[in-house]
């Protein structure tokens, strides 16, 4: 597999410190506020790799922390702390905020289906490994004590800037408040490993150490759940592009410092979900979440769908109308997949099977090329077989891709044949002989159960010739978003 590589700023073949195994890591949420779905996108994207990688027979082992301490809403140790924020906006406190944003979180990630990790790790319960890691930090003279707080001293460094020279336009970038000058610091890239003179004088979360009351730098949290899950060396460290600098270079920068030797031999970021106005952010006033997805009508998964027809290193434009288009496209795949039939017996076409695995698997080894991932669920359908290896092929691919498709399908053939029972039992005066098909996978049966009302109403106008009534019904539903397709016998929804 060929996936590209921050680090090296190439495409690298994916290779893991012990074969057979893969450690990864991925940076996991500051929960003091909903992940909005730009955040999601990266979780989707690393969830794929994740997939895909246990895909091809690799034994993956995935950690993620959950920060819910020293995070400020500068990524430079400037700022406000975001969990003292979000604890003062909603007058709780600090760890019932983490708790409820927590399972916000993991609520979000079950409804996109992206896995949790094996191990998950919230950064107050590792204070003593922060602790330990700065200790050795200080004893090597990796990190020096200076105005009450730890920093670590990156002079001491060859290659600070190891994922390119960001000394200038990218600092800025990361530090995206901009540069504040603190002065107990001996290099302007130098970063706090332990607070020990808080910032605010009501800062809720404070541990004993050996330089005094204080807590942890957000920079050190990652490190260390790392190493103490996963070992020295680590295979896969995932985030989004914004996490590249100044967080995984300090990551780096400490862990490296602390074994002796290299750490992380692959990086991978993916880039920004931006809506028409710029970069999508919780303090943009474009907060978008996947609860206001649902609100609006659209299915989670129509989101994840919407992002795997787009490259992890491409930014993506979130719209409505792109929504809305990710929205058809899906119905009409997961149609398209209702036809075929599941009781099939024939026997699976080997052949078949091998040349699609074969075109799914190019696509996804290919820097995990989404988009012609997607293809290859079309090209299934496509194929000169019968439905019971087209089936198999799209239960395979969909362990990576993970739309439900298959389930999916299944509720539509289950629509379906609630129709024409309702057809045979006479349903619908006058109408009776007309089959009425939702392609709506997302419509409930307070929904379903009006368009049928309307669209045999409609029928009814047109046998009796009132073509203004049947007219102004169409009209009325296509006014909703409500498509129809006229067939013999057949009347086809869906939703625009």
């Known amino acids: 597999m060929k996936l590209y590589n921050t680090l090296t700023r190439t495409r690298d073949e994916f290779v893991t410190h012990e074969p057979g195994k893969c450690r990864m890591y991925t940076c996991g949420p500051t929960v003091y506020h909903f992940a909005h779905i730009g955040n999601l996108r990266t979780y989707i994207m690393e969830d794929v790799l994740e997939k895909y990688l246990r895909y091809t027979g690799l034994d993956v082992t995935r950690c993620m922390n959950i920060t819910d301490v020293g995070h400020l809403t500068s990524d430079a140790d400037t700022g406000e702390d975001k969990m003292l924020k979000g604890a003062r906006r909603e007058h709780k406190t600090v760890m019932e905020i983490a708790r409820f944003y927590t399972d916000a979180f993991f609520a979000d990630c079950e409804k996109l289906n992206i896995k949790i990790p094996e191990i998950v790790v919230p950064a107050t319960s ?65 970063f706090v490993l332990w607070f020990t003179k808080s910032k605010f004088e009501d800062q809720e979360l404070k541990w004993d150490s050996p330089w005094g009351v204080g807590y942890p730098g957000w920079h050190i949290e990652c490190s260390a759940i790392s190493l103490w899950n996963l070992g020295e060396y680590l295979d896969l460290h995932c985030g989004g592009v914004d996490n590249a600098f100044p967080h995984h270079t300090n990551e780096i920068a400490q862990s490296e410092a602390y074994l002796g030797h290299p750490w992380c031999s692959h990086w991978f970021h993916v880039l920004h979900l931006n809506t028409a106005s710029g970069k999508m952010s919780k303090s943009s006033g474009e907060f978008l979440t996947v609860s206001l997805l649902e609100e609006k009508g659209y299915d989670p998964l129509v989101y994840r769908f919407f992002c795997l027809g787009s490259h992890y290193r491409k930014s993506l434009v979130f719209s409505w109308e792109g929504m809305d288009s990710a929205k058809t496209a899906y119905a009409k795949l997961v149609s398209r997949i209702a036809a075929l039939n599941p009781d099939d017996a024939a026997p699976i076409d080997e052949a078949v099977m091998n040349e699609q695995k074969t075109r799914f698997a190019a696509a996804m080894d290919n820097d995990l090329n989404t988009a012609l991932a997607l293809t290859a669920l079309y090209d299934v359908l496509k194929a000169k077989t019968n439905d019971r290896t087209k089936l198999a092929l799209l239960s395979d691919f969909d362990s990576v891709l993970s739309l439900f498709l298959l389930d999916a399908a299944a509720k539509v053939r289950a629509q379906n044949k609630a129709a024409e029972a309702a057809k045979s039992a006479g349903a619908g005066a006058g109408t009776s002989e007309l089959t009425v098909v939702c392609l709506a996978p997302d419509a409930d049966d307070a929904l379903k159960a009006e368009i049928e009302g309307l669209i045999r109403e409609r029928a009814d106008a047109k046998k009796a010739k009132n073509f203004a009534r049947a007219d102004e019904i169409r009209d009325s539903l296509a006014a909703r978003g409500i498509s129809l397709k006229d067939g013999k016998g057949v009347v086809e929804w869906s939703k625009a």
């Open 126 to 190: 590792y204070i003593d490994h922060f602790i330990e890691m700065v200790t050795v930090l200080l004893d090597k003279g990796y990190a020096y004590l200076s105005g009450g707080n730890v920093y670590f001293d990156t002079s001491k460094l060859d290659n600070y800037y190891v994922f390119g020279n960001q000394e200038a336009e990218d600092l800025a970038v990361g530090v995206r408040e901009g540069v504040e000058e603190d002065e107990a610091k001996r290099n302007k890239t130098d």
